[in-house]
């Protein structure tokens, strides 16, 4: 049965209400209104407090969890043998780098800790047997691995070790091995390459034979004698055709064009060639017929 729609009540029907039936029933409901007002606020309160306290517990559970879960990671970190050295791979950038003796050299690290292992120490062990190195690079491959890139000082020139007491070429080696000299003065005893270029210098006064890995000429030598090479070239259009260096003396002597021309460590290249053009423009070329000594400060001596 369908219910019929509310309707205005009959004007003889109504009644007049008073303002303060009015008010009276304002008030009421209003008091209403406002207690289910602070009876939800109450639930609210109570319920915000059980959730603070239940964040409260969860997060010293978590805290709790993490600091155990962070100790027990310290601990296999510290003493479990699945982090130890078991596998050192080496890179080499220089064929005759020796991986067998970089092995032999990295044998301490094998067994410990790869975590206390730095690159410093690797550095240390690899320069005491093997001086030639020019820079090492380490890289850790958890959980038992080590990776060595190692690249050695450039050949700059192949060897002749000469006997000072007969002045004569006395070739050290023969076949497929040969003396070389690095940028640093190294003494090198490697495997020849093909096709390599390599300017020969005379090594003179080396009455021992050296050693590889030793040091046997400064790298200021070198240095000096590369860049007093490279200005007879571009100045005066000279090649040298041989490069001697006298280690008691500290000098080195450059033939080109028949004649040697000697120069020291104690004056720059820029003196030497100095002196060897106001050479030039006083004597005639054809008179020399040995050498040219640069070396002294205020004269020039030829033969």
């Known amino acids: 049965m369908s219910i019929r729609s509310s309707k205005r009540l009959p004007k003889k029907f109504e009644r007049n209400i008073s303002k303060r039936t009015k008010t009276l029933v304002a008030k ?8 289910k007002k602070d009876k939800l606020r109450r639930v609210r309160r109570r319920m915000d407090q059980q959730f603070e306290k239940w964040k409260k517990a969860t997060l010293l559970w978590v805290a709790l969890f993490s600091i155990g879960l962070f100790c027990l990671v310290i601990v296999l970190l510290l003493f479990s043998s699945l982090l130890h050295i078991q596998e050192i791979n080496v890179q080499r950038f220089n064929s005759r780098l020796d991986v067998e003796k970089v092995q032999r050299v990295l044998s301490p690290l094998f ?8 690159e410093g120490e690797v550095k240390l062990l690899l320069n005491d047997g093997i001086p030639d190195i020019k820079d090492v690079r380490l890289q850790k491959e958890y959980p038992s691995k080590l990776s060595v890139a190692i690249e050695l000082h450039p050949i700059v020139a192949r060897l002749t070790i000469v006997n000072p007491d007969e002045d004569e070429e006395e070739l050290t080696s023969t ?13 090198v005893h490697a495997i020849t ?108 001596i030829h033969r």
Do not use: C
């Open 28 to 35: 009421r409901y209003k008091r209403r209104r406002k207690s």
């Open 111 to 118: 067994d410990r800790h790869i975590f206390f292992v730095q």
């Open 175 to 187: 076949g497929a091995i040969a003396d070389y000299v690095t940028d640093h003065g190294i003494y």
């Open 193 to 300: 390459q093909e096709g390599e270029r390599y300017p020969m210098i005379r090594l003179v006064d080396w009455g021992v034979r050296p050693m590889p890995g030793e040091a046997i000429v400064s790298p200021e030598m070198l240095m000096q004698m590369q860049e007093t090479e490279t200005e007879l070239r571009k100045q005066f259009g000279h090649e040298i055709s041989i490069r001697s260096i006298y280690q008691r003396g500290r000098e080195y002597h450059l033939f080109v064009d028949g004649i040697s021309l000697w120069f020291d460590m104690r004056s720059s290249v820029e003196q030497h060639l100095r002196r060897y053009r106001i050479f030039l423009q006083n004597v005639p070329r054809e008179e020399v017929k040995q050498y040219i000594d640069l070396r002294l400060t205020d004269r020039v």
